[in-house]
């Protein structure tokens, strides 16, 4: 399982720092396409967040935008 670590206006993956560059696009309730100045992120919810886990997609993207 792949877990994103939060930081101000993006996150970290894989000890590569990603930033945002705009609104998530949702695409079904588990996935979702996260533009970020390293090219759009295919994002769903098998990857976990600060260690927690999401059953859908918009409280996935929530959590990763810090809203």
Do not use: W
Request: hydrophobic share 35%; proline share 1%.
């Amino acid at each position: 399982m792949l877990n994103l670590i939060t930081i101000q206006n993006g996150f970290i993956m894989r000890e590569s720092e990603f930033h945002f560059e705009g609104e998530a696009e949702i695409l079904d309730q588990t996935q979702a396409h996260v533009p970020t100045d390293r090219g759009v992120i295919f994002c769903d919810t098998t990857m976990t967040i600060d260690n927690e886990s999401f059953n859908n997609i918009n409280d996935f993207l929530t959590k990763l935008y810090g809203k």
